[in-house]
Nanobody, 117 residues
């Protein structure tokens, strides 16, 4: 059974940083999604089991996804945060196909990230 638990959300000021963690029940390709109020859920970053990464254009150069397979942990380091990064962030277990991430119906409960002064 795939289980995912996010942690690390909170309040940050514009320009600040937060690190999200996703504890998984095994070694999976993982995607971080976010959903802001009245917006569709969007893929922010993804990492394969071997460490290949993909990023949405809106976060390239600011967010870094990484993993520790020994601990079944995936991290999302978020720097230079902006108010438009405010959303609930979810980790998702999925797969990579031809270099693109595909999500499967396994989700964590989500963690709120709020960027505000």
């Amino acid at each position: 059974q795939v289980q995912l638990v996010e942690s690390g959300g909170g309040l940050a000021e514009p320009g600040g940083s937060l690190r999200l963690s996703c504890a998984a029940s095994g070694t999976y390709a993982i995607g971080w999604y976010r959903q802001a109020p009245e917006k569709q859920r969007e893929l922010v970053a993804a990492i394969s089991t071997s460490g290949r990464t993909n990023y949405a254009d809106s976060v390239k150069g600011r967010f870094t996804i990484s993993r520790d397979n020994a601990k079944n942990m995936v991290y999302l380091q978020m720097n230079s945060l902006q108010p438009q990064d405010t959303a609930v962030y979810y980790c998702n277990a999925g797969y990579f196909n031809s270099g693109k991430y595909g999500g499967l119906p396994y989700w964590g409960q989500g963690t709120q990230v709020t960027v505000s002064s």
